[in-house]
């Protein structure tokens, strides 16, 4: 009897043993084989930037009990890989190397305020591709035979899905207050994926100023015509300008010849002639300078206009007077001239204009 109760325990201690060696065998399998699929899951969500999706990844996969990290994750990746994975935000050279290093960051060392930043600035910076990419596409619809249409709204829906993710980008960073929150980790990886960084990049460098031209000749205060005897006739641009012209010995001599419309406001002209026989000898320069005093005064332009005409030494001005306003104390002859009537000497003396 003893006996039997003694083999019966010993059965049942066995029976134990063996139900709790299998029991661990059962649970060495099921974690040997969540092994194999984070395994099988990690080579699906590195990309390019192995070292820290791969940091990422696990941390996220410790840090969610229910598994959802791994699900996001590949989802994610799935729809960037529907997307061609075609980057419209192509940095340059400067701007990859900054983006290798963000990447090596851990998502506690990023710049959250400097990430916020970013993140309205490439918003705009693809707004403003947008806008030029439609002006493409609407002027390449208006123009026949035109064959680049559909790689025009591709660059278009790719670049509004594009600034579709950014603008989320920005909502959810809104939400977050500090690079420590356990959100923060997924936006980050988003910012890396839309190559945006904490930091704006570098400006480049400004090549060497160009030197500026040698400077332009000081303004003078009249024009220049030539007579039909290839004698200077000077024109006064304004009433300040007048005055410089007639009183101001550096731009006439005291025995040239002047002219003004008679009654009226004018331009003061003055022929560069000292002799005195301008009239008798060279008429056609005289009739040429009346016509210039003429079509520059506001003198009615219709029938014979008449013109004064006298030596520059004549010519003074009054204390206060207002600009263009002189005084003539000496000998003045009057010069009529019609101006309809002599339209073809006004088009050749604009073809001497200086």
Known sequence: ????FILLITIIYCNMRICKSLLLSSKSLSSLSSLISIKRCIPIVKNNNNYYNDYSTKLRSISTSSGKGFAEKIDNNNNNNN???INLIKPNSSDSNNNENNNR????DWDLKGL????????LRIFKKIGKASERLSKGKELENYSN????????KILQDTLVKVSRLEERLKGIRSNKDNNFIKLVEDAIELNINDEPPPKQERGESKQKGKPSTPRKPYFIYNSNDNI?????????DNDELSCNPEHRDNNDWWLHVAGFAG???VIRYTDDDLVEKFKETVLDAAMLAAVNSKAPQSGKIPVSLTRCRYV???SGAKAGLVRLNGDVMTIKIDVKANQARLDRLNLTKE
């Open 105 to 108: 960051k851990k998502p506690e």
């Open 116 to 123: 916020k930043a970013e993140t309205s600035r490439v918003y």
């Open 83 to 85: 997307n061609n994975n």
């Open 1 to 4: 009897m003893i006996l039997s």
């Open 267 to 269: 331009s003061h002209v």
């Open 149 to 156: 249409i559909s790689e025009l709204e591709n660059e278009l």
């Open 316 to 318: 003074s001005k009054p």
């Open 232 to 240: 200077n006739i000077r024109v006064g641009r304004a009433a300040p």
